[in-house]
């Protein structure tokens, strides 16, 4: 079941909105809602993950509501009924209920829209609204969700062109429909209402986030690019913008650029900076194992004694003076806000509520921001601390205790918690198994694999241990399960993989088929892809030479097409560009002698015919792979060689450009497009070197 995303980072993006509004004024009244035991008691059930409990507890609820419930209350709890709906599968009863807190919600936020505190009791507000009152994006986002996983799409297009022909030029409705369709695997329908979001309002990164993972949907890269960087001029700290940005450069595998963007990403309200899962399998790909290891430590709870790191508890908080205190009913006395709870992280756990002000931490001072990352620091991870907190004006003591704190993924809801912990040990088993600790790397590989929720690191370490047990079957059975949507450098890595696992059972055919999966420029930086690929060349090299011998051979006995299969079939396992251009110009020697142009298989013709459809749909990264696929089958292609250049120029991808191109020259006998070519390559080297001279 996919689970309902909950935001962690809203606080923040409102508060980055409040700071530039007008200031406003405010209706006196608490934020807080009185304490409820019955309600409280189907709150303990839902956290429980008892869905069923709670709804049976909370439905006697909000039929006869307790008197005096204010409307803010009486939504948050139909919401919070959709929500324990949908956790337990019943789709139907969760659109009813998010429904009915729509309405409820929006008349809500259009009361607090009209109102005018001043600009921090107008933050501090908007900052509580965020964490604790139900918003319409919440009610709107259980429906939709719940119809996406009932497969009824139409119903979501339904549900927000209701709600836009009700606010037409409400941009957050249409970021939130990009978003729809975006999850319903639709990109091209969420490339519209992403734009129309921009259209309305270009000065919020939410919009132009939306329109940025649209264009990555589409595999328009640099488009999204644009958009994300947009987003980010207008708010570095965007952490959703850097981490849509590094998935891109990982999807390119930009492995240094991508590690940069994850690594700006990363936030902790405590001042913790979280460990990011996809910095660490960046780390991986660059051969930094050591910082591999000591990331997911951190991650795992290893490594550093529990007392000595710094504690986390799971809240955000909002510096506020006594003023704004006063202001929204909250005591005489300032301090920092809690606006933001993690779901069952340690503050809740402790009792913790949204609107309380906290005052010390282990019994000294904690009144800021500052002051509590400070304190926990000092505190460390493990031990109960006395927490002590200003609700509504009177004082409150708690005992919490300060844990680890979540990925970075976990805290976006990326991943979950379960498939975090098999990621963390997944790049440790790379990590050992790079080391040459074949034994550990085995060890945590299985215990990666066994988890819940595994995702595609656990299964391509599982996968590597296997082969490298002599267990090439197995290793396949595994490797077989990666989806196609997985990170690329280990869906790669799988494919050079899987063409050793053949390769090692005897099977050319197969092997030569999963590495021409793998066809693509692989860099020594990239050290572990780099060290399994001249694993795998090695061990075939002595087929290549056979057939090599093969074409020499089938020459002399003037078999020319056939003397040039075999040369093609070799050149897909050369070991560097060197040995590449030698058999590149074999090949164009025996196209020369042959009176016809060579027939390309038809495989690569229908690779070419798919590239050129893709071409003019603007898909620029997807028919390079199909062009590189149709010159790995035909090497001695001039049209192929030509096209892929101009696609890699479209892509900025100067450097790659220029050696298909240099290749095309070398092959052409055409001697205008070969000066055309020629100042082609002139003008791309001085882009490359432009490109090297601008800041990333």
Not at 126 to 150: E, H, I
Not at 568 to 579: G, K, P
Request: net charge positive; aromatic share 6%.
């Amino acid at each position: 079941m996919k689970p309902l995303k909950l935001v962690l980072w809203t606080a923040a993006v409102l508060l980055l909105l409040a700071s530039t509004g007008q200031a406003q004024r405010i209706v006196s009244k608490p934020l807080v809602q009185a304490p409820d035991p019955l309600w409280d008691s189907g709150k303990e059930q839902f956290d429980k993950g008892e869905f069923a409990k709670a709804i049976e507890i909370w439905t006697r609820q909000v039929e006869s509501p307790p008197p005096g419930l204010s409307r803010e209350a009486t939504a948050q709890r139909l919401f919070m009924m959709s929500v324990a709906c949908f956790r337990s599968g019943q789709y139907e009863k969760a659109t009813e209920w998010g429904k009915k807190a729509l309405p409820l919600a929006e008349a809500a936020e259009k009361e607090l829209a009209g109102q005018r505190p001043t600009s921090q009791i107008m933050a501090a507000r908007l900052a509580l609204a965020g964490g604790g009152a139900v918003k319409r994006t919440d009610c709107l986002q259980v429906v939709w969700r719940s119809y996406l996983m009932l497969n009824q799409y139409p119903r979501v297009a339904g549900l927000f062109k209701e709600a836009i022909d009700r606010n037409p030029n409400d941009d957050l409705l249409f970021r939130l429909l990009s978003q729809a369709a975006m999850e319903a695997k639709r990109p091209e329908e969420a490339l519209a209402p992403a734009k129309r979001a921009v259209e309305l309002n270009a000065a919020n990164p939410g919009n132009q986030l939306a329109l940025g993972r649209a264009h990555y949907g589409r595999r328009d890269y640099d488009a999204a690019v644009q958009a994300l960087q947009a987003a980010l001029a207008a708010h570095p700290a965007f952490t959703p913008a850097q981490m849509a940005l590094g998935q891109i450069h990982l999807a390119r595998l930009e492995f240094a650029k991508a590690a940069e963007a994850f690594g700006k990403a990363a936030y902790s309200p405590s001042g913790n900076p979280p460990e990011s899962l996809f910095v660490n399998a960046c780390r991986y790909y660059l051969g930094r194992y050591d910082d591999v290891l000591a990331g997911t430590d951190r991650l795992m709870g290893l490594g550093q004694e529990a007392a000595k790191r710094p504690g986390w508890l799971g809240m955000g908080s909002l510096d506020i003076d006594a003023t704004t205190a006063r202001a929204l009913q909250l005591g005489e006395t300032g301090g920092a806000l809690v606006t933001l709870l993690a779901p069952q992280g340690p503050a809740e756990r402790a009792g913790i509520r949204r609107g309380d002000i906290i005052a010390t931490l282990g019994g000294s001072p904690a009144r800021s921001q500052k002051e509590i990352g400070e304190r926990l620091k000092a505190l460390g991870q493990g031990s109960p601390v006395k927490v002590g907190v200003i609700r509504q004006g009177k004082p409150v003591e708690l005992e919490a205790v300060p844990g680890i704190p979540p990925a970075l993924e976990e805290m976006m809801t990326l991943v979950p918690p379960e498939a975090a912990k098999a990621t963390a040990l997944a790049l440790r088993s790379l990590a050992a198994r790079a080391r040459g600790e074949a034994e550990e790397a085995e060890k945590l590989a299985t215990a990666a694999l066994t988890a819940k929720n595994t995702l595609d690191l656990a299964i391509l370490a599982a996968g590597l241990s296997r082969l490298d047990r002599g267990s090439p079957q197995a290793a396949r059975t595994v490797l077989e399960t990666l989806a196609p949507e997985s990170l690329p450098g280990a869906l790669l890595h799988a494919r050079i993989a899987q063409a050793s696992a053949w390769l090692k059972e005897g099977n050319l055919d197969k092997a030569y088929a999963a590495y021409l999966l793998a066809d693509r420029p692989i860099h020594p930086e990239w050290k572990p892809l780099w060290g399994d690929r001249q694993a795998f060349l090695q061990a075939i090299r002595p087929r290549v030479m056979e057939r090599i011998r093969s074409a020499v051979e089938l020459e002399k006995k003037g078999r020319l097409q056939e003397a040039l299969d075999a040369i093609a079939w070799a050149s897909l396992f050369t070991a560097d560009e060197q040995e590449a251009g030698q058999m590149r110009n074999a090949m164009f020697a025996l196209v020369r002698k042959m009176k016809a142009p060579p027939a390309a298989p038809e495989e690569s013709r229908r690779h070419f015919v798919k590239g050129k459809l893709l071409l003019k749909d603007g898909g620029l990264e997807e028919a390079l792979g199909e062009f590189r696929l149709a010159l790995a089958l035909a090497p001695y292609s001039e049209e192929l060689y030509y096209n892929s250049a101009l696609i890699c120029e479209k892509l900025k991808a100067y450097g790659e450009a220029i050696r298909y191109m240099t290749v095309f020259v070398q092959s052409s006998t055409d001697e205008q497009a070969t000066r055309t070519a020629k100042d082609k390559i002139i003008e791309w080297g001085i882009l490359l070197e432009k490109t090297a001279k601008e800041p990333s």
